[in-house]
């Protein structure tokens, strides 16, 4: 073999197609495997999260679902125990009411029977100093009489 | 010369006349036509196929020949960081692009030795020969170039002072200096002479063999033929893959720390 001009020029080939296959080829290749490499693992990453996610959210919605519960059966213990008190309540104002009413009717009762009792005493003294006057009409003056009437009608 | 005579009829012209290359010119201006024109056929459709994929490049689950190059790269990456502990970006792309190219140029080896040297032949070339790497030039242009990237790598990482120091003082120490220098020199030479004599040996040998397969009687040739086309397979892919190595392996020892 001498050094000629073939020598060179495969030289020359074998540098351009190594510039070649490295600017074309080998770099978008490798960008494009290690760029994929990082987009698997990304997505597992990303898988593995929203497992998690998705336990995490299970784990909530029980517990929300007990809460919910547990607050209903509340609520309707509460609302129970609220109607009985209002029951209970509404049946004693009834008795108080009822109990006023009597109060009163009873005063009202008392209080006529006095004026009845009031206004027969004064009816008693007046006939009965009708008839004293009657009697004793000419002995007796009628202011004086009257005066002692009245006082004991007072006693 | 009378081509169209049967191969037996002359068998010692028959193999001159297929080892003499398609050639212009005289001394330093001298081109294998046929050479350059194989070679440069071969990485042009390397290149169309690499661009194509280049062009559609996706990171998604890839499809058909970007697949192919896909393990091809991450095959020619695991042997590139076997041998480098520093990432480096231009080894890579070197030993794919030998890898492909001295594949495809060997393969040549495997149309029927007669076959395009008649056609060309049809058409008024007398002279033709197929297998690029058959032609030392190749294997040395090859060989001369990662050469030549080994010593800047050395000058780089061992300074120029440091790579001349490296030739004094290995193997012996520096008190076997001018010894040292000898081997090492040698050493250093020995790279990329084996490595192109190598590869053009075993291609040579192998389109030698075929040739004389077909000196043999035509009902002969199928059964030597064929098994020697079989074997040769295995020889095309493993004197590639040794070229590959080889280079990685030299730019990867150029390219260490001294010490």
Same mark, same amino acid.
């Given at each position: 073999m001498n050094v000629t001009a073939t020598l060179f020029g495969q030289m020359i080939t074998f540098i351009v197609f190594v510039w070649f296959i490295k600017a074309y080829l080998?770099?978008?290749? $490798?960008?494009?495997?290690?760029?994929? $490499? %990082?987009?698997?693992?990304?997505?597992?990453?990303?898988?593995?999260?929203?497992? %998690?996610?998705?336990?995490?959210? $299970?784990?909530?919605?029980?517990t929300r679902i007990d809460q919910a519960k547990t607050q209903a059966s509340s609520i309707i213990t509460d609302a129970e125990s609220k109607s009985k008190s209002i029951v209970e309540e509404a049946r004693l104002a009834a008795r108080e009411e009822a109990q006023k009413i009597a109060k009163t009717s009873s005063q009202q009762l008392e209080q006529e029977i006095n004026a009845a009792r009031e206004k027969l005493k004064s009816e008693v003294a007046a006939m009965s100093l009708l008839c004293a006057e009657k009697i004793i009409s000419k002995e007796i003056d009628k202011k004086m009489h009257d005066k002692i009437i009245d006082e004991v009608v007072n006693k | 010369m009378d081509n169209n005579a049967p191969a037996t009829d002359n068998p010692v012209d028959y193999i001159q006349h297929h080892l003499q290359p398609l050639a212009v010119g005289d001394g330093f201006w001298r081109i294998n036509i046929d050479t350059m024109f194989f070679?440069?056929?071969l990485a042009g459709i390397v290149m169309i196929i690499a661009y194509r994929?280049?062009?559609?490049?996706?990171?998604?689950?890839?499809?058909?020949?970007? /697949?192919?190059? #896909?393990?091809?790269?991450?095959?020619?990456?695991?042997?590139?960081? #076997?041998?480098?502990?520093?990432? /480096?970006?231009?080894?890579?792309?070197?030993?794919?692009?030998?890898?492909?190219?001295?594949?495809?140029?060997?393969?040549?080896?495997?149309?029927?030795?007669?076959?395009?040297?008649?056609?060309?032949?049809?058409?008024?070339?007398?002279?033709?020969?197929?297998?690029?790497?058959t032609d030392p030039h190749t294997t040395f242009a090859m060989s001369l170039s990662i050469f030549l990237l080994c010593i800047y790598y050395n000058v780089k990482i061992k300074g120029f002072?440091?790579?001349?120091?490296?030739?004094?003082?290995?193997?012996?120490?520096?008190?076997?200096?001018?010894? /040292?220098?000898?081997?090492?020199?040698?050493?250093?030479?020995?790279?990329?002479?084996?490595?192109?004599?190598?590869?053009?040996?075993?291609?040579?040998?192998g389109e030698l063999v075929f040739l004389l397969i077909a000196l043999l009687p035509w009902y002969i040739i199928p059964i030597p033929g064929s098994l020697w086309a079989i074997f040769h397979i295995l020889v095309i892919t493993l004197q590639a893959f040794i070229f590959m190595v080889l280079t990685i392996m030299y730019i990867s020892m150029a390219s260490e720390e001294s010490h």
């Amino acid at each position: 073999m001498n050094v000629t001009a073939t020598l060179f020029g495969q030289m020359i080939t074998f540098i351009v197609f190594v510039w070649f296959i490295k600017a074309y080829l080998w770099e978008p290749l $490798t960008q494009a495997m290690d760029s994929r $490499t %990082k987009k698997i693992s990304e997505g597992l990453a990303a898988a593995e999260q929203g497992q %998690k996610k998705i336990e995490q959210a $299970t784990i909530e919605f029980s517990t929300r679902i007990d809460q919910a519960k547990t607050q209903a059966s509340s609520i309707i213990t509460d609302a129970e125990s609220k109607s009985k008190s209002i029951v209970e309540e509404a049946r004693l104002a009834a008795r108080e009411e009822a109990q006023k009413i009597a109060k009163t009717s009873s005063q009202q009762l008392e209080q006529e029977i006095n004026a009845a009792r009031e206004k027969l005493k004064s009816e008693v003294a007046a006939m009965s100093l009708l008839c004293a006057e009657k009697i004793i009409s000419k002995e007796i003056d009628k202011k004086m009489h009257d005066k002692i009437i009245d006082e004991v009608v007072n006693k | 010369m009378d081509n169209n005579a049967p191969a037996t009829d002359n068998p010692v012209d028959y193999i001159q006349h297929h080892l003499q290359p398609l050639a212009v010119g005289d001394g330093f201006w001298r081109i294998n036509i046929d050479t350059m024109f194989f070679s440069i056929l071969l990485a042009g459709i390397v290149m169309i196929i690499a661009y194509r994929v280049g062009k559609r490049v996706s990171d998604g689950a890839p499809t058909g020949m970007q /697949n192919v190059l #896909e393990s091809l790269i991450d095959f020619v990456n695991g042997l590139v960081k #076997e041998a480098f502990p520093k990432p /480096n970006k231009i080894v890579g792309p070197i030993g794919l692009t030998i890898f492909v190219w001295v594949l495809l140029m060997n393969a040549m080896d495997l149309i029927p030795v007669d076959l395009l040297p008649k056609l060309a032949d049809m058409m008024g070339i007398h002279y033709l020969k197929v297998v690029p790497t058959t032609d030392p030039h190749t294997t040395f242009a090859m060989s001369l170039s990662i050469f030549l990237l080994c010593i800047y790598y050395n000058v780089k990482i061992k300074g120029f002072g440091g790579y001349m120091k490296s030739f004094m003082v290995h193997p012996f120490g520096i008190y076997l200096a001018p010894v /040292n220098f000898i081997l090492t020199l040698v050493e250093e030479l020995a790279k990329p002479l084996s490595l192109a004599l190598r590869l053009f040996g075993n291609m040579f040998t192998g389109e030698l063999v075929f040739l004389l397969i077909a000196l043999l009687p035509w009902y002969i040739i199928p059964i030597p033929g064929s098994l020697w086309a079989i074997f040769h397979i295995l020889v095309i892919t493993l004197q590639a893959f040794i070229f590959m190595v080889l280079t990685i392996m030299y730019i990867s020892m150029a390219s260490e720390e001294s010490h």
